[in-house]
């Protein structure tokens, strides 16, 4: 598993004794953002939405504390792991990891981790914020993964041994809830199990310097369904519509959360840096709600407190970057595509209210790019400018593209 921040280690204070190691890392994300109109929906990608009646706003988007144990045996191998993570904002404190990990040193190849930790799925969604260049994670990562972090427990094959012949190889199968952070509770006894078998850079043309890491994953999930109302997307006579499956054996089945994904990451070096192109394409079937296609944190529930019908729908994204530095290290360039369709079998006029559509299945492409100043180990500055364009549809308020384009300045405090 790639950690939510790789700085142990490397931090500013660190404590010692017969116990082990006690770490503590953090940083800070003060930001100012301009955004195209005021409160318009499609911002809440961009770390929220602006309000009806504002266009700009100063933010403290993340603010980090890490503590970190780890215990060594008498050989000097790695045995327990204990990582504590909160986010402190204007908005509240909350936690963002509180996670355990035993490591078995016989053969040096496998952990196992249980708690609160980041989901063992693609690459955008386990890169740290810390290091990512992008302010934000892509519509598509937000959605399916919300909050990246889930409680279970995850089996790790992750060779340590330097001479191994598998060292480049990391297999991770996580058994979670499946609400993720968005919820404070389990609400149905479905279990949800992630895998990805992921490779670490790999060394493909010596003369250029050109390494490459990349894996594939897989999410088998669901969510339980309380009402006897089943929908999904069906095609008649070339038309897409909303077909409505009433029957009271639809009480207690399980919806489905199926997502399949790869990813890849190509790395030229060169005299000022490097060159980077990151690539990841994910699709699969989703289940929320009528209007939202981003799993609820709670089981849904209508205004008197009766559940809500579930909505099953296919869907697929990707992402693109690339990554430049300029003339130095300090300096990058960093540009990025991405689109999320959260229902394939519908696009442009065919999205209508009296097909049983909704603003859930409008598609939906993102240009962004950006400058990244390092002034030293400690501070970073991103100017970001993105784009959202939505598709066309005969749905009110999406018959043209929306004013949702932002501007976000950040710094970025890291110790």
Known sequence: MIDT?????????????RLGKIGFSGYMQPQFQIAQSKGADGNIYNGGDFGPYVNNRFRLRRGRFRIDFSHYNDNGQPSVYFVFQFDGTERGVNIRDLW????????????????VMARPFGHEVLLSSTFREAPERGRMSQILVQTERDLGVMFSFNPRRKNSKFKWLGIDLGIYNGQGLTGTAEYDSNKDIIARISSKKVLINPSLGA??????????GGITSQ???LNTTQIRDGIAYVKADSAQSNIGKNAPRRYFGADFQLIFPNQKGQTEFRAEYIRGLQTSTATSSTTPGSFPVTSSGAPQPLY?????GA???????????????????????PNTKVSGLGVRNDNGFSGADVRYDTFGGGYMHHFNQYLKMIIWY??????????????????????????????
């Open 211 to 220: 390494r490459i890491s990349g894996g594939i994953s897989a999410y088998l």
């Open 227 to 229: 009402n006897a109302l």
């Open 312 to 316: 099953t729908r296919s869907f697929d």
């Open 100 to 115: 355990g990990r035993f490591y078995e040193n016989k053969w040096d190849l496998f952990h196992f981790s249980a708690g």
């Open 386 to 415: 993105e784009h959202p364009i939505n598709e066309k549809t005969a749905l009110k308020g999406y018959t043209q593209h929306l004013k949702d384009g932002v501007f976000t300045l950040r710094t970025q405090f890291t110790f």
């Open 319 to 341: 992402y693109f970057y690339f990554l430049q530095h300029l003339f130095s290290t300090d300096h990058q360039l960093i540009l990025k595509y991405d689109w999320y369709d």
């Open 5 to 17: 921040t790789t700085r142990i280690g490397k931090t500013m204070l660190s404590l010692n004794s």
